[in-house]
Each structure stands twice: as C-alpha cells, then as structure tokens.
Nanobody
Framework: QVQLVESGGGLVQAGGSLRLSCAAS????????MAWFRQAPGKEREFVAV????????YYTDSVKGRFTISRDNAKKLVYLQMNSLKPEDTAVYYC????????????????????WGQGTQVTVSS
C-alpha cells in the first residue's frame, strides 16, 4: 500500500510561483513512476507531468512546458512540482499519483493506470 500526501498549495497572484511536494509512505519508492494531475472546477482531471522511477525521463503536458518542473528525491521519498509564471488557468486541485514501474522508461500519461492518489492540494491563481 502506498500513501501519498501533497502539500504546498495556496493562493498566488498571476506570474507568481509555488512548489508542491508529495510525500510517499512506501518502502520501495524508487520502484514507482510518479505524476501530477490537476482538476479544475467543472472540468475533468488532466495530466500535468510525470517522472520515471529513476528520474531520468520526464514528460509535461504542453500547457505547462517551460513553466513547471517535476523532480523527485528517492532518498527522501518525495516528488516535487515547481510551478513558475502561474496563470489563472492553472487554478485547480493538484493530485500526486503513483504507479509501480517494471521498466526504467515507463512513463504513463493516463490517470487510469495509476494505482495510488493523494488527497489533493488546492492551487488558486488570481489575476
């Protein structure tokens, strides 16, 4: 069983920055691909970013490329999402997700394959 706890959300003005953290309680954290998803009010959940189990490969949705950075610290069992140049359209609940990875280059983009989810953290960007 994997438990994920997000933190770092809040209210920020457009153009500002936030760093989200996700702490995982699992012995084999380095065996999991980790991702961030978000869900805005009235919208479906969408993929934001993913990092492979080793951290060697990363993928972003187009709308956040160049502004967001996903990273992980396997020793601390943490995954981060650094969000810069925030826009009002980034307002959403952000979720951390994990899936067991049996390949070093496994980089799933669909939320349907993730087995574990955090409770979410609210990010609100004011204009």
């Amino acid at each position: 069983q994997v438990q994920l706890v997000e933190s770092g959300g809040g209210l920020v003005q457009a153009g500002g920055s936030l760093r989200l953290s996700c702490a995982a309680s699992v012995r084999t954290f380095s065996s999991y691909a980790m991702a961030w998803f978000r869900q805005a009010p009235g919208k479906e959940r969408e993929f934001v970013a993913v990092v492979t189990r080793s951290g060697d490969s990363i993928y972003y949705t187009d709308s956040v490329k160049g502004r967001f950075t996903i990273s992980r610290d396997n020793a601390k069992k943490l995954v981060y999402l650094q969000m810069n140049s925030l826009k009002p359209e980034d307002t959403a609940v952000y979720y951390c997700a994990a899936v067991r990875s049996y390949s070093s280059d496994y980089i799933p983009l669909s939320g349907a394959v993730y087995d574990y989810w955090g409770q979410g953290t609210q990010v609100t960007v004011s204009s």
